[in-house]
């Protein structure tokens, strides 16, 4: 079992930078894969950008250049650093950690204003 508990949301312009954070309830060293979903108002939810074990990350391509994935083991947290952010990217965005099953986070809600 892994709780997830993000945080960092909140409301920003356009242009401007948020880090979200998804704190974990274990050790996440032997966690094969972490990342970060978002889900916008009649939209399904998407992958963002995900971690492995041994630190390789994948991006969406509306994520690339802009959004970078972290792990920190000793911290048992993961981090999403969000630059140049767009009203496109206003969303929930919830932590995901795969290890033989998915564990989900509640939820920190992202607004950019234009």
């Known amino acids: 079992q892994v709780q997830l508990v993000e945080s960092g949301g909140g409301l920003v312009q356009a242009g401007g930078s948020l880090r979200l954070s998804c704190a974990a309830s274990r050790s996440i060293f032997s966690i094969n894969t972490m990342g970060w979903y978002r889900q916008a108002p009649g939209k399904q939810r998407e992958l963002v950008a995900r971690?492995?074990?041994?630190?390789?990350?994948f991006y969406a391509d509306s994520a690339k250049g802009r959004f970078t994935i972290s792990r920190d083991n000793a911290k048992n947290t993961v981090y999403l650093q969000m630059n140049s952010l767009k009203p496109e990217d206003t969303a929930v965005y919830y932590c995901n950690a795969f290890h033989r099953i998915d564990y989900w986070g509640q939820g920190t809600q992202v607004t950019v204003s234009s």
């Open positions: 971690i492995t074990s041994g630190g390789d990350t």
